[in-house]
């Protein structure tokens, strides 16, 4: 084998590994919007939280492309929407944090 040819194999073997890691970086960013969008969307609903969370769960199975289906289990996606559901609620409990904050520094000042 010449090195050109180990050269070209290697890079063949890059662009795949590369073109894998991209795609998984597209449909993780895809899931975590649809997530997100999803848990907005079921705050609308008078559900309680389990309700709430088979409905996020649901939309989420439309998106995620049919040849991935099988090697993702619904504890994951529910796992996948508990976390971001935590981590939009730390970032509104920060927020109105920090307007109480402000707002008590306006009256103060």
Same mark, same amino acid.
């Given at each position: 084998?010449?090195?050109?040819?180990?050269?070209?194999?290697?890079?063949?073997?890059?662009?795949?590994?590369?073109?894998?890691?991209?795609?998984?970086?597209?449909? @993780?960013?895809?899931?975590?919007?649809?997530?997100?969008?999803?848990?907005?969307?079921?705050?609308?609903?008078?559900?309680?939280?389990?309700?709430?969370?088979?409905?996020?769960?649901?939309?989420?199975?439309?998106?995620?492309?049919?040849?991935? @289906?099988?090697?993702?289990?619904?504890?994951?996606?529910?796992?996948?929407?508990?976390?971001?559901?935590?981590?939009?609620?730390?970032?509104?409990?920060? @927020?109105?944090?920090?307007?109480?904050?402000?707002?008590?520094?306006?009256?103060?000042?």
């Amino acid at each position: 084998m010449s090195v050109g040819e180990i050269v070209s194999i290697v890079l063949a073997v890059l662009v795949v590994v590369f073109g894998f890691v991209s795609y998984y970086f597209y449909i @993780r960013n895809k899931i975590q919007q649809a997530i997100a969008s999803g848990i907005d969307n079921a705050e609308e609903l008078e559900q309680i939280g389990e309700e709430k969370m088979a409905v996020v769960i649901s939309a989420l199975k439309q998106i995620i492309p049919a040849i991935v @289906r099988p090697f993702i289990s619904d504890s994951l996606l529910e796992s996948l929407v508990q976390s971001v559901f935590d981590s939009m609620k730390a970032f509104a409990e920060k @927020r109105v944090q920090k307007d109480l904050q402000e707002e008590t520094q306006n009256e103060e000042g």
